[in-house]
Nanobody
Framework: QVQLVESGGGLVQAGGSLRLSCAAS????????MGWFRQAPGKEREFVAR????????YYADFVKGRFTISRDYAKNTVYLQMNNLKPEDTSVYYC????????????????WGQGTQVTVSS
């Protein structure tokens, strides 16, 4: 049974930082890609960043480039999202997701999802 468990969310002031973690278990993810999405109240879920397990290649949404960094720890089966210079508009529930290695930015492409972790940025 595949499980993705996010942690690391919380309340932070604008300009601050948080690091989200996503611990993956239940299958071999070497051929997969891991993504981070977010969803604010009343809005659609939107793509944030993606990393491929096998070669570590990354892709980011334009609105987080230069502020967020996605990385993976192969030995720990864990993916991270380092978020710096946070803004109030980054306030959302952040979700970790896994899908076949060719996935890009569409939520529909991902097969497995975590339960989400709340990130709140105060102004």
């Amino acid at each position: 049974q595949v499980q993705l468990v996010e942690s690391g969310g919380g309340l932070v002031q604008a300009g601050g930082s948080l690091r989200l973690s996503c611990a993956a278990s239940g299958r071999t993810f070497s051929s997969y890609a891991m993504g981070w999405f977010r969803q604010a109240p009343g809005k659609e879920r939107e793509f944030v960043a993606r990393i491929r397990w096998r070669d570590g290649t990354t892709y980011y949404a334009d609105f987080v480039k230069g502020r967020f960094t996605i990385s993976r720890d192969y030995a720990k089966n864990t993916v991270y999202l380092q978020m710096n210079n946070l803004k109030p508009e980054d306030t959302s529930v952040y979700y970790c997701a896994a899908g076949p290695g060719g996935v890009t930015t569409g939520a529909y492409e991902y097969l497995y999802w975590g339960q989400g972790t709340q990130v709140t940025v105060s102004s």
